[in-house]
């Protein structure tokens, strides 16, 4: 783009030069068109006047044809320089008119660059955003998940002081990961098509059997099964465990399981609390 706008430049800068001297010798060759002008009427006149003597009519009339072919070609080099110069400067235009084109269409070709490698830059971040998260969230199922099912299961065979405090330790680091983890992870927007609803949304999709949903759709999907759940189940307790499940289903797709997660966390220690303490 940029040679292209170089070369069109060059060409203007000629048509300039050849236009400056167009306007340079124009006034020379109208200078002298106006004196062959002037020769011609004079010997127009002459030839007018003595005409009708036959020894200076022949000689008379030769002068005045000579003067009216110099004028006709001193005539027609003014009308040569005239058109050459609407020529050039109808050249100029066009010439004009395609530099500014092409600065416009390098321009917009900049600008779409500049948004791409924006656009990339952001990518960019974002995969090594989640890159981490991912390896966040696999050491905390393989470490800190894991320590906290150990401490359960401790808690449940022996209720002794020390795993009480090991298990209210494991809690605590377990409930400051997720937090950290939500914080961290689960505001990151990015741009994808609901596969339920066909949108193009800006946010965190959620994972499903269809594809990747807006959290709307989720919410839709989530409130139909539990519906159905509810419709299905005809005891009283069938129902009320259906509606427990479906209801821990939402809290947890909604935040991520953590207010669930809790839940049990604080029923269990206060079991064990409970149990220690009779005993």
């Keep these: 783009m940029n040679r292209q706008i170089q070369h069109l430049q060059q060409q203007k800068q000629t048509i300039d030069q050849q236009l400056d001297r167009y306007e340079h010798d124009l006034p020379l060759i109208q200078q002298y068109a106006h004196h062959r002008q002037v020769k011609r009427s004079k010997r127009q006149k002459q030839y007018n006047s003595f005409y009708w003597i036959p020894l200076l009519s022949a000689r008379f009339k030769l002068k005045y044809m000579r003067a009216r072919d110099k004028f006709a070609k001193a005539e027609h080099h003014v009308a040569q320089i005239r058109q050459a110069m609407e020529t050039c400067q109808r050249s100029n235009r066009r010439i004009s008119q395609s530099i500014c084109h092409s600065r416009e269409q390098h321009d917009q070709t900049k600008n779409h660059r500049n948004r791409i490698e924006k656009q990339l830059k952001h990518l960019e971040g974002t995969m090594t955003m989640l890159n981490e998260g991912r390896q966040f969230w696999y050491d905390f199922e393989k470490y800190q998940a894991r320590t906290l099912m150990e401490a359960i299961h401790c808690l449940i065979q022996e209720h002794d002081e020390q ?10 680091e377990y409930d400051e990961c997720i937090q950290h983890g939500e914080e961290r992870w689960f ?14 949304r800006w946010e965190w999709p959620c994972l499903d059997v269809h594809g990747l949903l807006c959290h709307a759709c989720q919410r839709s999907i989530i409130e139909a099964q539990s519906k ?3 419709v299905v189940s005809t005891a009283p307790s069938k129902r009320k465990r259906i509606s427990l499940v479906s209801e821990r289903s939402m809290k947890s797709s909604s935040s991520g399981g953590r207010l669930f997660v809790k839940r049990i966390l604080k029923s269990m220690f206060g079991k064990c609390s409970y149990s220690s303490l009779v005993q």
Excluded: G, P
């Design 187 to 200: 505001t990151i927007q990015v741009e994808f098509d609901c596969a339920l609803c066909n949108n193009v």
């Design 163 to 172: 795993w009480i405090t090991a298990f209210k330790m494991a809690c605590f």
């Design 228 to 230: 159905r759940l509810s």
